[in-house]
């Protein structure tokens, strides 16, 4: 079992910045990759960002370029720069990592980010 706590979302005015946080515990497996996601209202959850244990990181095309994932294994936490907001960035965050053998996913209880003036 695995527990993820998100952290830092909240109301954001359009090209401003913040900061998620992912925070993993009570882990009895590795955790490789880790992943965030997002769904706005009326949407399908969608991946935004992953990062595997070095460190290799791949990202959706809407947030390539203002987005930077990163974690610190040592804390066994994910961070999630979000830089150059837009209101389409509104949904809620999600963190999710897997299970490394039977790929059973799970999720935190998400983090709102809302973009507007």
């Known amino acids: 079992q695995v527990q993820l706590v998100e952290s830092g979302g909240g109301l954001v005015q359009p090209g401003g910045s913040m900061r998620l946080s992912c925070a993993a515990s009570g882990r009895d497996f590795s955790i490789n990759v880790m992943y965030w996601y997002r769904q706005a209202p009326g949407k399908q959850r969608d991946l935004v960002a992953s990062i595997s244990s070095g460190g290799y990181t791949t990202y959706a095309t809407s947030v390539k370029d203002r987005f930077t994932i990163s974690r610190d294994n040592a804390k066994n936490t994910a961070y999630l720069q979000m830089n150059s907001l837009k209101p389409e960035d509104t949904a809620v965050y999600y963190c999710?990592?897997?299970?490394?053998?039977?790929?059973?996913?799970?999720w935190g209880q998400g983090t709102q980010v809302t973009v507007s003036s």
């Open positions: 999710n990592v897997r299970h490394p053998i039977t790929a059973l996913p799970y």
